[in-house]
Nanobody, 115 residues
C-alpha cells in the first residue's frame, strides 16, 4: 500500500502563488509516476500535471507556463508550484501515484483563488 499526505491548501488572491506538496510513503518501488489532479465543483477530475520516473513532465494546456511540478530530493515528495493563479484554478487538488498499474490518491487539498 502507498499512503499520500498533501499539504494544506489555501485562499489566494488572483495573480498570487502557492506551492502544495505531497509526501508518499509505504510500499514504494524505485519506479513510479506522480501527478496532480484537480476537481472543481460540478466538474470531472482532471489531470493538471504529471512527472514520470524518467523526469518527463506533462502539463494541461490551462496551466502551462504557470504551474511547475517537481520532485523533492528524497524523491518521494512531489510539489506543485502554482503561479499567476486565476479564479478558475479554484478546485480540490489531489496527489496521485501510479505504480505497477495501481493508482493511489491523497485526501485532497482545497485551493481557492478569490479576491
Amino acid at each position: 500500500q502507498v499512503q499520500l499526505v498533501e499539504s494544506r491548501g489555501s485562499l489566494v488572491q488572483p495573480g498570487g502563488s502557492l506551492r502544495v506538496s505531497c509526501e508518499a510513503s509505504g510500499s514504494l518501488f524505485s519506479v513510479y509516476h506522480m501527478a496532480w489532479y484537480r476537481q472543481a465543483p460540478g466538474k470531472q477530475r482532471e489531470l493538471v500535471a504529471s512527472l514520470g520516473s524518467d523526469s518527463s513532465t506533462y502539463y494541461a494546456d490551462s496551466v502551462k507556463g504557470r504551474f511547475t511540478i517537481s520532485r523533492g530530493n528524497a524523491k518521494n515528495t512531489v510539489y506543485l508550484q502554482m503561479n499567476s493563479l486565476k479564479p478558475e484554478d479554484t478546485a480540490v487538488y489531489y496527489c496521485n501515484v501510479r505504480q505497477l498499474g495501481n493508482d493511489y490518491w491523497g485526501q485532497g487539498t482545497q485551493v481557492t483563488v478569490s479576491s
